[in-house]
């Protein structure tokens, strides 16, 4: 899970109300109630972010930050007759936003602002302070409400014109407010959540806190050692996607947050998931501004101290065209079956394990030969293409992540069946004792550091590798094997 929208910095929230109406009231409103929370964060307020989240002690790595309840969560319901209505109108007059973003701004509404109004009895209601706090959350200047809102206000509550427009800002300004500060909640029924203190964390493609949750609970924990004043930073990627280039993830993020990145990572001057051949066979690294439409054409040292040769522009221009088509190629087929696209990486991968020898998109190549090759049960093959990737992960971002956690699972899982243990862990004695003599449990160690440090040991993620281990240490002592 992910952020879902906006969580974009750079403003405070609009007057409202009785809410300050200065930047300095609001951060001293929102450190207030952050003191109750043990203190552990504050809010600052910058120029180039706006307000963001800034350590008030020192962690290390893998330790829970803080536990937060949701200030909302808000589900679709199907079988509500306000929902259905307001799905009718969406759909009707196709408006610019799915029906649950509507839906969480009519489920936040308080006592007061229906005062007098005939409202569905089957909208939900927050307090005062629910809603106070929402609004304190980051939103775009909102003024007047949309025609969307004034549709859905006038179909769903009866009263006076003057009360039915203020209702209507309100909903306009709490759907800005779900819409750049929501979760993604579950699937299935869709639904979003919100919080408080996590809305004032910034992105970050180093992200140096993670995030997961606990029952409803919002977990923030340390990815690495934080000192007292720091900014604590999230990412509002998936976690396969900090792998991917700066300028992918730049338009990732400018696509779905609506921002530029302008982290330390993305401004580094060589983009470590771009690494192409040398001449002389090293590696070097494309910029990370770098792009085949841009007028600067720069690359890294290579990594091989005696190299002497330098790829003139021509040649770089060359790389660069090579790489979009194998960027393209990779978004063409991405979302296809793993028989295709095992097939179109069998294509490529000599050409892109020739030219891009470290980089992303050749790491998704091996992916989903990976995946084919596990599918026919050729766990060798399988198990060097899960080598090749977390040799990558590894050299192109140093954090904790969890795709490389599950990765460097992957490869230990093969490595198991390669030596004779099937999925339900039947085998016999030789079969446990190749096991034993392989990497496969210092596998599983590092991916079980990676995911105790990013989850604690109560989250699904961790527990289901470690009762994966557990069950193969136990089958294996049965034949007298200890592993």
């Known amino acids: 899970r992910r952020p879902c929208a906006g969580l974009v910095r750079g403003a405070p929230a609009m007057g409202y109300g009785a809410l300050p109406a200065t930047v300095e009231e609001e951060v001293a409103e929102i450190n207030a109630y952050l003191a109750t929370k043990d203190n552990v964060i504050r809010c600052d307020s910058t120029e180039t972010k706006g307000r963001i989240a800034v350590s008030s002690k020192a962690f290390s790595a893998g330790q829970e930050i803080y536990v937060e309840a949701p200030l909302a969560i808000v589900q679709e319901d199907h079988s509500n ?22 839906w969480c701004a009519l489920n936040c509404l308080t006592d007061e602002d229906l005062d007098g109004v005939d409202a569905p009895a089957d909208l939900k209601r927050v307090t005062k302070v629910q809603q106070r706090r929402l609004m304190l959350l980051f939103t775009p200047s909102t003024t007047k409400p949309s025609d969307a809102i004034l549709l859905i206000t006038q179909a769903l509550f009866k009263c006076d014109k003057e009360k039915s427009q203020a209702i209507a800002l309100t909903l306009e300004r709490l759907l800005q407010i779900w819409i750049h500060n929501c979760f993604e909640h579950s699937e299935d029924p869709p639904a979003y959540s919100t919080y408080f203190m996590s809305c004032f964390h910034s992105h970050s493609c180093a992200p140096n806190v993670g995030w997961h949750y606990s029952g409803d609970n919002f977990v923030l924990r340390a990815r690495q050692a934080i000192q007292a004043g720091e900014e604590l930073c999230i990412t509002y990627l998936p976690e396969e996607g900090l792998y991917e ?193 392989s990497d496969a449990m210092t596998l599983y160690d590092r991916s079980l550091h990676i995911l105790i440090n990013m989850f604690g040991t109560e989250h699904e993620f961790y527990v289901d590798v470690k009762s994966k281990v557990d069950q193969l240490k136990e089958a294996a002592k049965k034949v007298g094997v200890t592993l």
């Open 81 to 102: 007759k306000s929902f259905k209505k307001t799905q009718e109108l969406v759909s009707k007059h196709s408006f610019d936003y799915e029906v649950l973003w509507y």
């Open 245 to 437: 280039s700066t300028i992918e993830r730049r338009a990732d993020l400018q696509t779905t947050k609506g921002f530029e990145c302008g982290c330390d990572r993305c401004a580094s001057p060589w983009d470590t998931s771009r690494g192409f051949r040398c001449e002389c066979g090293g590696v070097r690294f494309l910029a990370s501004e770098t792009s085949v439409t841009s007028d600067e054409k720069q690359c890294s040292p290579c990594n091989n101290a005696a190299c002497a040769k330098n790829p003139d522009r021509t040649a770089l221009q060359k790389i660069m065209e090579e790489e979009d088509k194998l960027v393209k190629m990779f978004r063409k087929f991405e979302n296809n079956t793993t028989d295709v696209q095992t097939t179109k990486a069998k294509e490529v991968l000599g050409n892109a394990e020739k030219n891009f020898p470290q980089h992303w998109v050749t790491e998704r190549m091996w992916n989903w030969l990976q995946n084919g090759c596990t599918r026919h049960r050729k766990y060798a093959d399988a198990i060097a293409f899960a080598n090749r990737r977390a040799n990558f992960m590894e050299k192109a971002y140093t954090g904790l992540n969890g795709a490389a956690a599950w990765c460097i699972e992957e490869w230990a899982s093969l490595t198991v069946r390669e030596c004779g243990v099937e999925p339900n862990n039947t085998g016999n004695k030789q079969s446990f004792e190749k096991v034993k003599a």
